[in-house]
């Protein structure tokens, strides 16, 4: 009997233990076990314990596929599977645990579960687009990224058919937008995501017609690929599209898609919630150990004061609230909307500038107005006019007085800088 035609007495767990030598003597003894075996355990077992789908060394890819194909292997096996392979992996360990609020996450999930595309909308730094990850990645076996851009097509949705040459010879080729990839990858393997970042960039009335077709009318082929295959939507293909509200609201967008699609605004988040992320960020950092101080950031002569934890915290959250809520100002009203994922970036910097190496190793209330200036005020001006560039002014001159710890003088003078550009009507700005 050749090795391709091995004879198992069983085909379940207990029989994939005592076979396992055979089964990993070689692909084809793997692949067939695989295709035989009705028990999804004897796959977790080859998977998670022998990992078989890697165990042929540049040759697996037949185990492989067929482990991915196979409707016995079940879903978390088959993400253990794409995990490994780096064509696939999306490192779902590093997107960390879902802390938007508890109402958009299960109103999100259940969306998915309907069959509906997703549409979460809000102000900047919401975490739309890192939530909109969380969710496929736990939803689905993979997904795909495509950032919207104002010239895109219906093409790059569905597909296009591009002209090539081949020895003078004009030939044409079909090639696949990304849901339509999203649809052949589901058709392989089954559950899959596609992610349409910053849709709100692009013509979407334009963009997403043949999609809205096919949204309502699954039977609807949205692409014909090169093999000659229609690809229709179906339920294995999750879609979670993201969008910016800043500078339009959700009544100014087509009827069609909050027709057709689930409309889910990511807004404000709880005091509780904010202070999780904070304490997430921190604690990816290892400069900022420690409960109440900024672990091995310690005092120097030039800074005379150890930053802590809490303090940088505290900041944040009267920023936060300055900016959405008013108070720091002569008005009692919001500034503008603005979410806490803006604050991260601040972390990073931090972290890194006041490492023993960082470029602010020795000026550690420097580094705290030197990341503000360099990643939150910039966003806040991006879209302001000039009484909102008046107030946060007055916002971040009430901040340095009350938080004299941090050295806030970088992002005071950025903002008044770009206050007295506006009001000279100079074209440009003090941050560009």
């Excluded at 295959?229 to 509200?245: A, E, G, K, P, S």
């Excluded at 971040?396 to 806030?408: G, H, K």
Aim: aromatic share 8%; net charge negative.
């Amino acid at each position: 009997m050749s090795r391709r035609e091995q004879t198992y007495d069983a085909l379940d767990e207990e029989g994939a233990r005592d076979n396992i030598s055979t089964i990993k003597s070689s692909d084809a003894s793997a692949k067939q076990f695989v295709e035989q075996t009705t028990d999804p355990d004897a796959i977790r077992y080859l998977v998670e314990d022998e990992e078989i789908d890697r165990h042929f060394h540049g040759h697996n890819n037949d185990t492989r596929e067929k482990i991915l194909r196979s409707e016995t292997t079940p879903f978390d096996v088959k993400q253990t599977v794409l995990d490994r392979d780096e064509n696939y992996n999306r490192d779902r360990d590093s997107l960390g645990t879902i802390r938007v609020p508890d109402r958009v996450e299960h109103n999100a999930r259940t969306a998915l579960q309907v069959g509906k595309p997703v549409v979460l909308y809000g102000p900047t730094g919401t975490g739309k687009t890192h939530f909109a990850k969380q969710l496929l990645a736990e939803a689905c076996l993979d997904y795909e990224l495509a950032t919207a851009t104002p010239t895109w097509t219906p093409g790059d949705i569905t597909g296009n058919i591009q002209p090539e040459l081949d020895d003078g010879d004009v030939e044409y080729r079909r090639e696949a937008g990304c849901v339509s990839r999203g649809i052949q990858q589901a058709d392989r393997y089954g559950e899959w995501g596609v992610l349409l970042d910053e849709i709100t960039r692009a013509d979407i009335s334009q963009v997403f017609g043949p999609l809205y077709t096919a949204v309502e009318d699954d039977s609807q082929t949205i692409f014909v690929d090169g093999e000659g295959r229609d690809l229709q939507l179906t339920d294995d293909v999750n879609i979670v599209c993201t969008m910016n509200m800043s500078d339009r609201t959700v009544n100014e967008l087509d009827d069609a898609i909050t027709r057709r699609f689930a409309m889910i605004e990511l807004r404000g988040y709880e005091e509780a919630d904010r202070r999780k992320l904070y304490d997430d960020w921190l604690d990816a950092e290892p400069v900022f150990e420690g409960e109440t101080t900024v672990g091995s950031i310690d005092p120097t002569p030039e800074s005379g004061f150890t930053p802590g934890r809490e303090q940088l915290i505290d900041l944040f959250e009267a920023h936060h609230k300055g900016i959405n809520e008013g108070g720091t100002t002569d008005e009692d009203t919001p500034i503008t909307e603005f979410g806490p994922m803006h604050y991260r970036d601040v972390i990073q910097f931090v972290g890194v500038a006041c490492g023993d190496d960082g470029a602010y190793a020795t000026r550690h209330a420097r580094a705290v107005g030197e990341a503000f200036a360099t990643y939150v005020a910039p966003r806040l001006l991006n879209t302001a006019a000039l009484p909102q560039i008046e107030r946060l002014a007055d916002h971040y001159r009430t901040l340095d007085e009350a938080f004299s710890v941090f050295d806030l003088g970088p992002v005071v003078e950025l903002v008044e800088r770009q206050a007295e550009t506006e009001r000279r009507g100079i074209v440009g700005g003090a941050y560009e």
